[in-house]
């Protein structure tokens, strides 16, 4: 293989894999804080592409994918409202199960809104033939523009739990939510924050890939599996652990085309997350104790 | 008395009985049809509702081994041994009496494996699959498990997607009836349709009162203690691990059985009985029957299979799970059939069908 | 106490039935079924399909039906699952005791209620392209849309004439992209062309880059992709992102002007043989399917706001062809399938149709024009 292939292959496994790791992020925000894993999170990135697509209709493109983030993040806060907040000391099983039935909600509604047509949004720079020539591979500037907001929403997020008194107070749920509670720290309202937190990233992950994969009202779930696949990888929780495992799957799937019928890429994902949680349910860096589950 | 437990059995197969005495009476035959198909379904759930509900180990993959099975019986009885003379294996089934010759449906002459060695080898396996599968992902719990379930079901789902050898995306059709004794047969034969009522029936009896027996024996009493905290069940000196195995097998089983069964009674099989929404509504009913309720489990089953066989949700059949998942684990978790919630549910139902008999009236 | 809720629930159970009400065969309609993928993994053939189904019902409802008769259509979602159509072919069939069948949208579907539909003898007219439909032929199965060999031919003459003769090929892994890929391989040694590479994948895929640096690698004269909605688009994109210069010729699934929005500037130069619906207002106005081209794009478009495609013209010329032979032979099932068989020039959307016993599909090669995409509308590929 020349060098010139092996650059594309990787440039388009990084593609993916920030997209994948952006989901696996917005699954342990939700998950660090509850415990919950959100089986809808890939919902959430087909709803901020959809919802952008149609404001891009009647406003210009930033401010539609700004308009389209912030009302994702509101439909995750009414997905806590309306759903999680009732939940009283559910069981994994109960969890596992409602998720999964907002996935598929959230899914036929979408389905409803816009119908089963395949949308995409405009690119950001560039239209669909402009290629970008780096040392012999060709990119679109597109792809750029993904892994810019991708590291953005990474630093982003490591200053936020890092610096900000919210950001301090869902890493003291995350750690112990009792304690945090008698910190006078209103864990429900957290709770609402992390959903709406991982809404929002997800959503803005969804309007920068739409250029380039497309939107279709069931593009949500195949990502929720790999980002999921991701998130175990690196380790339940551990965000740092999501980013690497993104490139790692970004980057198996890749050069998987030039060994195996390309039909079969997708069962390569599903693999590996079988393959950790059979040897390694804790993931790279993750511990043992983080993976034992947490209570909600 | 020992007996008096198989009441709801009997009072089952009167109703089976009655049911089909009444439509044939009506000239309404074809609600067997779909009534037989939900029947087969149910198998699976059955099997489920004890993985799930008694021994707490959630399955979001169970379609895959209903697509085992019946792929496997695609497969074996579609060869076409006609013309494989010389062959060693083709000549031993022919001196063993396993091969059938019959006519398919467009004259030829065709001959193929005897649908028992397919039932046989579809359950082998399974078995197998489900046992080497099952010893890695029990370890699991909670959101590990449903994951690593979730992600046999997808593998199982490409692999038949992207085979030539099953069909790839259009599935395999054509597949000859399954000849038990004399002229009774599993097909989708219109004028074998009260047959093949009954013996699904049958298989549906069956499996219930198995699993009844095992609810209640020793097997299911470990298999509670289990569901109730895996850890003390182990300081009791329970083999967990084997118990959760064997369960896991056997419902895997149940499921291949109705996969291999239904797969003959439609004729044909295609990928989306492999499907992640196949999986998830199975979980779906259990959940809504009660988690270990197998009477819940099989009404249920029963019934929103057979109103989604007839097209009675239209396009809105996913909504209309999604929604039976979420309603049910917000407001009932412990499922619609316990008697307080039958009792509300039974005088809605009962308004619901005056209003409609009194605008039906032509 | 037991005894009398057993005896309750056995009531219950036996009066079932007569909730359902019966359902009689009215003299004065003729009951028509239709089995169409609305929703799911094939909604983008059966929603359209089941749409135009709808309207052209309408229309001849308000027209006075056909021979005096009013058409009743009961549409069926199947979501492009095979149990489903099987199951509900046996309720239409045995239930509604239906005139006739429109559809399935799918091959895979079709191919489970074929023999159904044969054992009961009530005609089918499937609105999926595969070959096995019609060959062996069944006498009450019919199809509506092109043989996908047709369209692959006509790809090849367009590529002996600018002298290409090493491809590549991507398709899909669903069944039109299966079949298509079955007949390039097929027919392309016949016509001196030789395929360096063919690749599938899965049709929900979204970065195609990969495999088409693959196709670059091997320095292809031209690439073929046989695929449907969204991967038509993304070949389209990632080949000029790509910086891949040579020509690429798409199925006939890429007949709606919605794809080359989708595919923007990248659609430019796109070669693909098509039916006569998309260019229907540079025909000729003497052209056997002009006229009814030009109403159904029209009427479809504006009673529905948005662009007609080519797929929900397969469930436009199955009713047609069913519609024909009703008036032709009157409402007797196996006078109507006759009729069918013997139905000849009958001009639809996918080209002029000519049945006969050994055909039941009735359009040749000449059902198909080659088209391009030039300035981001379809023209005639001169």
Redesign the interface.
Known sequence: MSFEHLLQYVLSGITNGSIYAIVAIGFNIIYNTTGIINFAQGEFVMLGGMTAISLSAFMPLPLAILAAVIITSFAGALIDFLFIRRLKSPSVLNMIIVTVGLSIMIREIALHIWDEKVRSLPYFTGNEVTSINILGAYISPQVLWVLGVCSVIVVFLGLFFKFTLTGKSMRACASNMTAARLCGINTRNMVTISFMLSAAIGALAGCVISPITQTQYDCGTSLAIKGFTVAILGGLGNSTGAIIGGVIIGLLEAFSISVMPLAYKDAIAITVLLVILFVKPSGLLGTREAAELKEF | MAWKKY?PVF?LI??II??Q???TA?S?E??L??LT?AAYYSLVILGLTVL?GYA?Q?S?GHAAFFAIGGYTSAVITTRNLMNVKGAVLADLARDLGLTIVEKN??GNDIEHLSPWVALAAAVVLTAIIAFLIGI??L??????L???T???G??VY??V??SRLF?????I??IPPFRIIGSLAVS???ALRVQNFYIASFLVVVGVVLLMNLIDSRVGRALRSIHGSEEAANAMGIDTARYKLFIFVLSAVFACVAGVF?THF?????P??A???KS?SY??IV?VGG?ANLWGALIMGVILNYL????YF??????V??????V???FV?EGLLKMENARALARALARL?NS??AG?K? | MLLKKLFATILCVSLLPLAFSCKKQSGETIKIGAIFAVTGPASFLGAPEAKTAQMMVDEINNNGGVSGKQLKLIIKDSAGSPEKAISFAKQLIEEEKVFAIIGPSTSGETMKIKTICEDAKTILISCAAAEVIVNPVAKYVFKSPQKDSHAVQKIFEVMKKKGISKIGIVSSNDGFGIAGKEQLEKIAPTQGIQILISEVYDKKATDLTGVLTKLKAKNVQAVINWSIVPAQSIVAKNMKQLNMNVPLFQSHGFGNIKYVKEAGEAAEGIIFPCGRLLIADSLPDNHPQKALLMKYKKDYESKYGEDASTFGGHAYDAMLVLVEAIKKAGSDKEKVRDAIENLKGVAGTAGIFNFSPQDHNGLDINAFDVLTVKGGKFVKYE
């Open positions: 009441i009072a009167a109703c009655v049911f005495l009444a439509v009506m309404r074809f609600y049809t779909q198909m799930m707490g959630i979001m449906a467009y890695p992902i370890k699991l719990k909670g959101h590990y449903a994951m690593a979730l992600g046999f997808i593998i490409r692999i997607l992207g069909g790839e995306a259009d599935g059709s054509d989708g034969d219109p239904l439609n004729g044909g099989i295609g989306s009985e499907d992640v929404m998830v979980v779906a959940a988690m989604s066989l007839r097209g239209g396009s809105y059949d996913e909504f799970f999604g929604s039976i998942l979420i049910i684990m917000l978790p069908r409609l008999g039906r032509q």
